[in-house]
């Protein structure tokens, strides 16, 4: 398991640390922290490709803030409907992760209304959009705050990551909002670093802020890894899995040592999160 904290350190920073502008991505921080936070957050991970890594994305993440207590509704915008077949299959085998619920809303008026009315009694809703460009995409990319597209080493990859940085900062534009967009490079392995496309992703992202697009690459990389797909057969969480040796190889500092506790603990690498303010 790759440092997901990582992500959500990467991408809290940005979001309640530096308000970043149009013109510039590194703007003077402003004094704000989470806990003055009250309203319900919202992201949406969003690709113009199908199999991007958009669920799993979803998922992952998540899991991490469910384990910090934190309430999450997970909204399938998606046809392919993975997200909710996870959940009817955690349901079925008794894996339902504490602090989750799922929901489906193909349609403006129910995403809409699942934001609105459902998303009240959550700390974050994270919605799984459609994996093609639809009209859909403009709904979701403005009920978001934070837009998270998945990038594989392909160029189709990059076209789409290109696609989601140009939506959503038209809209932007269009609304006077200010929407933020992070990279985040998922399914790599050792053998695809060596691809040309791989080594294409960060100076691609850096030409699109040198443009002055508003999106950011994270560091953090997300490896393809067996107990990513094996969680979709209905496993819950990844936080939920026994510690076995190939997950402690990736995942040790970031994860509990059982199912059982999963639930309850803080990991060692939370808690020093939280000593450093970071609720």
Known sequence: MENLRAILYEHIVFIFGLHRSKNSMHDAPIVTTIRKRLMTR??????NKGGAGKTTLVTL???EYALRGERVLLIDADNRQNLSGWWKLCAEKGNVPDHIEVTVASTQRSIEQAIDNL???????II????VDSSLQTTIIRSAELVISPIQPAIKELEAAGQAVAAVNEINDQFGLNIGHFNVRTRISVPGRNLEAYRYIRPFVAGLVAAEYRTRLLDTELFERNIYREIQNGLGTLQMQELTEPVRKRGSRFMPSSRRSSRTARPPALREWHEQGWT
């Open 42 to 47: 919202t992201y949406a991970a969003v690709s």
């Open 61 to 63: 993440l998540a899991g």
């Open 119 to 125: 998303g009240r009694a959550f700390d974050l809703v």
């Open 128 to 131: 799984d959009a459609p994996g």
